[in-house]
């Protein structure tokens, strides 16, 4: 599976934006979609997941009523809504794919992800 994420760029604080994750070859297998970001200096953390069906999702604490994960496997794409954005929030984000055969279940580690797209660059800046 090949991921593509697009979306970031410079946006102000308390602006929006969303990203896409675009997958492309062996679609037809079931995928867990996640996101995780890292910032200069700092270690990958998780931001959301969704499972494959689209009813269950889980989000880190600090992006909890912000942010919103969904995703449309008819068009193979996961996306991130994000709003209220904060400085804090500048990082490359990375949407991953795990391969599931649970239609409700999700995954918080980055351990769990086979696939990673290259990453698109969020700056929240005024």
């Known amino acids: 599976v090949q991921l593509q994420a697009s979306g970031g760029g410079l946006v102000q604080p308390w602006g929006s934006l969303r990203l896409s994750c675009a997958a492309s070859?062996?679609?037809?297998?079931?995928?867990?979609m996640g996101w995780f970001r890292q910032a200069p200096g700092k270690e990958r953390e998780f931001v959301a997941t969704i499972s494959w069906g689209g009813g269950s999702t889980y989000y880190a604490d600090s992006v909890k009523g912000r942010f919103t994960v969904s995703r449309d496997n008819a068009k193979n794409t996961a996306y991130l809504q994000m709003n209220y954005l904060k400085p804090e929030d500048t990082a490359v984000y990375y949407c991953?794919?795990?391969?599931?055969?649970?239609?409700?279940?999700?995954?918080?580690?980055?351990?769990?992800?086979?696939?990673w797209g290259q990453g698109t660059l969020v700056t929240v800046s005024s």
């Open positions: 991953g794919a795990g391969i599931t055969i649970d239609d409700g279940y999700y995954y918080l580690s980055l351990k769990e992800y086979e696939y």
């Open positions: 070859g062996r679609t037809y297998s079931r995928y867990v």
